[in-house]
């Protein structure tokens, strides 16, 4: 029987699951623009109220704006062939569009917002229609002219929110973000197609895992660059010593964590799963909430570090002990999302730092990080000792469903 046209795009069943040279070096442009996030959020820590909360949000939408580009990327790679040309020639582009994204972010909320949502129009807009003219008659084709219509309906948001008056910029962008994470959410339905069923999608388990947990390897090693960077560029102290320290310490343990059992277990889960799609979509908010998490305590480690014994300051708390919380929270989702269950060190965790939080706020920041350190190596200890001896666990995803009847045309 012939090949359909734009059969030759998708990934064939004997394809690596692992991820390509090609997508590791996509991820350095990710990394720049995740450095460029921090720096953001940074230039936080001295603001208070209203300030504060308009800052955080304003950085919060940049990150998601580049956090859904990085998504879709993962998702193409899984679904498609990523030694094709055309793959490549795709990949490539996108990691262009997010360097200059990550060039501009310093500024993309005020004099370089037009460049910013250029870069960000182009990858969402363009890029799908390159996909389906590749697919031609192929059924896969709807999903990315699904995914353009989309983005063709957001874009007078984005292009408005760049060019017209500054007040405007985040009610419009915030709008326009909101909508294309609904859209990818409802399977982008449009008029007379429907939607497309994410949770029938036909992916790479293996290979969408393995770009997951780089992708919180990646957040992890933009927390060590910040470590090293602050640390060397101050005036070396016992006081910085120590804070330095600490801090590498707590992502050594973030980083024990997540992969203790059910971080270890997410490729095992995905190729067990009757509907990939569904847990590949669940684990894709999850890890999106790990990364942010990973990234907003990296701005903690250089605020303890830059001045470790200053006074307490409003928003160095929502870093330093903010960010190991929703950390543990995104833990706990992934955990039961693979196994079912939640194991009891992240609640006694969390509830830790929840009881220390008021206390923190009449402290040093250097005793915030430490405290975090502290909580973090109970977990730690606490998952030791419960796994201690025993084998890794059959993932039992309830979120996988069952075997679908039916597969949709386009998946």
Request: no cysteine.
């Given at each position: 029987m012939a090949a359909r046209p734009g059969a030759a795009l998708l990934r064939p069943p004997e394809s690596s699951g692992r991820a390509t040279f090609l997508e590791l070096f996509f991820d350095l442009a990710f990394v720049v623009a995740l450095t460029r996030v921090s720096q953001r959020f940074a230039g936080l820590s001295d603001d208070t109220g209203w300030t504060l909360a308009e800052g955080f949000a304003r950085t919060l939408l940049l990150f998601l704006a580049l956090w859904l580009i990085w998504s879709h990327t993962t998702?193409?790679?899984?679904?498609?062939?990523?030694?094709?040309?055309?793959?490549?020639?795709?990949?490539?582009?996108?990691?262009?569009?997010?360097?200059?994204?990550?060039?501009?972010?310093?500024?993309?909320?005020?004099?370089?917002?037009a460049l910013f949502a250029a870069a960000y129009l182009i990858v969402m807009l363009v890029r799908p229609l390159v996909v389906a003219a590749a697919l031609r008659g192929h059924p896969r084709r709807l999903v990315p002219f699904r995914l353009a219509a989309w983005a063709a309906a957001t874009a007078p948001l984005w292009l408005g929110g760049a060019l017209g008056p500054d007040h405007l910029r985040l009610p419009l962008w915030a709008a326009a973000l909101t909508t294309d994470y609904l859209a990818w959410t409802l399977g982008w339905p449009l008029p007379g197609l429907g939607a497309s069923r994410i949770s029938?999608?036909?992916?790479?388990?293996?290979?969408?895992?393995?770009?997951?947990?780089?992708?919180?390897?990646?957040?992890?090693?933009?927390?060590?660059?910040?470590?090293?960077?602050?640390?060397?560029?101050?005036?070396y102290s016992g006081e910085r010593a120590a804070a330095f320290a600490v801090a590498f310490t707590t992502s050594a343990l973030i980083w024990r964590i997540y992969f203790h059992r059910a971080g270890l277990l997410l490729s095992e889960a995905l190729d067990r799963a009757a509907m990939p799609g569904r847990l590949g979509t669940a684990s894709e908010r999850t890890h999106l909430l790990i990364v942010f998490s990973v990234l907003v305590t990296s701005v903690g480690y250089e605020l303890v570090i830059d001045d470790p014994y200053g006074p307490p300051r409003p928003g160095w708390l929502l870093f330093v002990v903010g960010g190991p919380m929703l950390f543990l929270v995104a833990r706990a989702r992934l955990e039961y999302e693979i196994l079912g269950r939640v194991s009891r060190s992240r609640v006694i965790g969390l509830v830790a730092l929840v009881l220390f939080t008021a206390a923190l706020t009449r402290w040093a920041p250097m005793v915030g990080l430490s405290v975090v350190a502290g909580v973090l190596a109970l977990v730690a200890l606490l998952d030791a000792l419960r796994g201690r001896g025993r084998p890794l666990e059959v993932p039992a995803s309830p979120v996988a469903g069952e075997t679908p009847r039916d597969q949709d045309s386009e998946a």
């Open positions: 998702w193409i790679t899984s679904r498609y062939e990523p030694e094709q040309p055309l793959i490549q020639a795709v990949v490539v582009g996108t990691m262009f569009a997010i360097l200059v994204m990550a060039v501009t972010l310093p500024r993309a909320m005020e004099e370089r917002a029938r999608w036909r992916i790479a388990g293996t290979h969408l895992a393995d770009r997951y947990q780089q992708v919180v390897l990646i957040a992890l090693g933009e927390s060590i660059l910040v470590i090293g960077t602050v640390f060397s560029g101050t005036d």
